[in-house]
């Protein structure tokens, strides 16, 4: 420097710009053994944080190890070659451990409501929008916003999800917005990035937001309106770019009339809302997911498994007020319990079902008795017609919606004229 004394007090990126000084006040981590060009020189630069007596960091200090780094070429290549390969690394991990698992096609229906909450799915996925979906405990909706994320203009970015109802409420806003260095006792010396952060350019999915309390409320209003955060115990604003997919199976309307949620909140979450529908409103999905189910279920079982006519019929007498996750439960149970080699019956599904949310032997007689292939008939023609009406007479696109190939579709057609 040609004037020391000219710099004390500048911004320390004015005076050298490629220094990593901040980032070592802001994490709290030292970086030893950098290598960091200065105009047009190489120097092997070693940063350490500075604490004060309370254990608060008040600044970095930096030392110039090596300023000629011509004797340490063959070890200064290998270090740039393990720093590389260990940030792709890290990236494939974080990639890996933020990605999704599931598509559009594993939100499995043929039925009139399963194809309308598809269609909307696709809609959501084109456009960015926040999306609100609103269906009982066990329907999917985890499954129904990763799929979103997964066709989004996003599916390369991080999807995030956070549960509301499993995190106390005392610690909700760090999980949101992160934790400055030192905030409180017991904090880490360094920044832990909130989900805001860890989601930023791709989704973040809220699920069961019906449960986060007021205050909280208006904050989360706020990081949305704005597009900005800020850490527990730190003054500085962090900008975050994030779409936002929410859940609840909780009546948000009649909340915002009782005043347990915010309106203004809601109207930011609920640009387009997607109703999933319980399946005890679309029983002619019985059979898909029962197939669906099955074939992942006899994968970690190492055996084959499949169900009856009368079996899946057996499990349309019940109401399944867990839904998709309970079906699965009863599924598995039964291929636990089964002698028949992984052939489920209607009698293996008896043993299993529940007692409770059977229907009333009155209500199932009231409806008269048909043959089951007529009612099956009945139903898989009825998924046909709305599939193409939904892709407006398109076949291409009507067996692409019921997860079937066109020359089966065609056959189906052929049978139903």
Excluded at 52 to 80: E, M
Excluded at 100 to 118: H, I, M, N, Q
Excluded at 289 to 306: F, K, P, Q, V, Y
């Amino acid at each position: 420097l040609k004037d020391p004394a000219g710099v004390i007090g500048r911004p320390v990126r004015q005076v050298i710009p490629e220094t990593r000084m901040p980032e070592v006040v802001e994490t709290g981590k030292p970086l030893l053994l950098d290598i960091m060009e200065y105009q047009q020189q190489q120097l092997v630069v070693t940063r350490l944080p500075y604490y004060d007596d309370s254990g608060n960091i008040v600044g970095a200090v930096a030392f110039v190890l090596y300023d000629d780094l011509q004797p340490l070429t063959p070890l200064v290549s290998k270090y740039r070659r393990l720093h590389q390969d260990l940030a792709a690394a890290r990236k494939a991990l974080a990639r890996k451990a933020r990605s999704t698992r599931y598509s559009l096609g594993d939100f499995v229906g043929a039925s009139p409501g399963a194809l309308e909450v598809k269609r909307r799915a696709r809609l959501a996925a084109g456009r960015e929008m926040a999306v609100l979906l609103l269906g009982e405990t066990g329907t999917g909706k985890e499954v129904l916003a990763q799929a979103i994320h997964s066709v989004s203009t996003r599916a390369e970015k991080p999807f995030v999800g956070v549960n509301v109802a499993a995190i106390p409420d005392n610690l909700l806003e760090a999980e949101f917005f992160g934790v400055a260095p030192g905030a409180y006792t017991g904090a880490d010396r360094k920044l832990r990035e909130g989900k805001f952060q860890l989601a930023n350019g791709g989704t973040l999915f809220l699920d069961e937001v019906g449960d986060m309390p007021l205050a909280l409320q208006a904050k989360l209003l706020r990081a949305l309106q704005e597009g900005e955060v800020e850490p527990l115990g730190s003054n500085t604003i962090t900008s975050v770019d994030v779409r936002v997919i929410a859940a609840t199976s909780r009546n948000l309307e009649a909340m915002i009339a009782d005043g347990s949620f915010r309106s203004d909140l809601y109207y930011r979450l609920n640009v387009l809302e997607i109703p999933i529908p319980p399946l005890r409103e679309r029983l002619a999905d019985l059979g898909l997911l029962c197939e669906t189910l099955l074939c992942d279920i006899s994968e970690g079982l190492d055996m084959r498994a499949e169900i009856t006519d009368a079996g899946v019929a057996a499990l349309a007498s019940y109401d399944w007020p867990g839904n998709i996750r309970e079906l699965r439960n009863v599924l598995e149970r039964a291929l636990t319990m089964s002698e028949e080699g992984g052939m489920l019956d209607a009698d293996a599904m008896f043993k299993v079902l529940p007692r409770v949310g059977a229907r009333p032997a009155s209500q199932i007689a009231s409806r008269p008795v048909r043959p089951l292939a007529v009612t099956l008939a009945e139903a898989e023609a009825q998924a046909v017609e709305e599939a193409l009406v939904a892709s407006r007479g398109n076949r291409t696109k009507a067996a692409r919606l019921l997860g079937i190939s066109r020359s089966v579709l065609y056959e189906k057609l052929a049978k139903m004229s």
